[in-house]
């Protein structure tokens, strides 16, 4: 299983951003999906989590009302729209498969994309 983010950069303290990852080599219709972000000098937290169908969602309190993750299935691809960016959003962001929907623990998820670098200015 191969997945690729994209869609990081640079934006202002209440801008937006789209972050994409496209999945490839494995039944991308039947995992559920997540992303985690990680911040210099900090652990990888749990961001956001969509099931198979995309019916299921799951966020964490600081980025929840902000953010929005959703897949198109027929693209292999999941997307987390990030609104109302604050600094503390800064990090790495990745994607994970995971076979279980809803869960929180990275070591729940088993492949992961390579990251997509999100900075926020004030």
């Known amino acids: 299983v191969q997945l690729q983010a994209s869609g990081g950069g640079l934006v202002q303290a209440g801008g937006s951003l789209r972050l994409s990852c496209a999945a490839s080599?494995?039944?991308?219709?039947?995992?559920?999906m997540g992303w985690f972000r990680q911040a210099p000098g900090k652990e990888r937290e749990f961001v956001a989590a969509?099931?198979?169908?995309?019916?299921?969602?799951h966020y964490a309190g600081s980025v929840k009302g902000r953010f929005a993750i959703s897949r198109d299935n027929a693209k292999n691809t999941v997307y987390l729209q990030m609104n109302s960016l604050k600094p503390e959003d800064t990090a790495v962001y990745f994607c994970?498969?995971?076979?279980?929907?809803?869960?929180?623990?990275?070591?729940?998820?088993?492949?992961w994309g390579q990251g997509t670098l999100v900075t926020v200015s004030s």
């Open positions: 969509i099931d198979w169908t995309g019916d299921s969602t």
């Open positions: 080599g494995r039944a991308f219709s039947s995992v559920a």
């Open positions: 994970a498969t995971s076979l279980r929907d809803g869960v929180r623990r990275d070591s729940e998820y088993d492949y």
